[in-house]
Nanobody, 123 residues
Framework: QVQLVESGGGLVQAGGSLRLSCAAS????????MGWFRQAPGKEREFVAL????????YYADSVKGRFTISRDNAKNALYLQMNSLKPEDTAVYYC????????????????WGQGIQVTVSS
């Protein structure tokens, strides 16, 4: 199965930036649609951003549009999430996920998940 490991989280002041990375142990990484999700305490896991296979089309949740950028490097089996202009409401555990099919914004459509990484934004 595909193993995913997130890194790059931490504590940041409101208005600051963080870059999350996700390393995948899969030589055919380019065959997978990839997504970022997050879950705040007491809330359901929600979609943040996705990037498709092939052309690498992207799609974002309205809450992060214009502030976050998702990208991938298939040669390095890596997924990234650049987060700018962070807000306290962005505080959550962030997860990368892989789907061996076309992209989806639905949590239940993804086949593989990382362990998650904490992002905390203070005001």
């Amino acid at each position: 199965q595909v193993q995913l490991v997130e890194s790059g989280g931490g504590l940041v002041q409101a208005g600051g930036s963080l870059r999350l990375s996700c390393a995948a142990s899969e030589r055919t990484f380019g065959r997978y649609a990839m997504g970022w999700f997050r879950q705040a305490p007491g809330k359901e896991r929600e979609f943040v951003a996705l990037i498709s296979r092939s052309e690498g089309n992207t799609y974002y949740a309205d809450s992060v549009k214009g502030r976050f950028t998702i990208s991938r490097d298939n040669a390095k089996n890596a997924l990234y999430l650049q987060m700018n202009s962070l807000k306290p409401e962005d505080t959550a555990v962030y997860y990368c996920a892989a789907r061996g099919a076309a992209w989806s914004t639905k949590t239940y459509d993804y086949d593989y998940w990382g362990q998650g990484i904490q992002v905390t934004v203070s005001s």
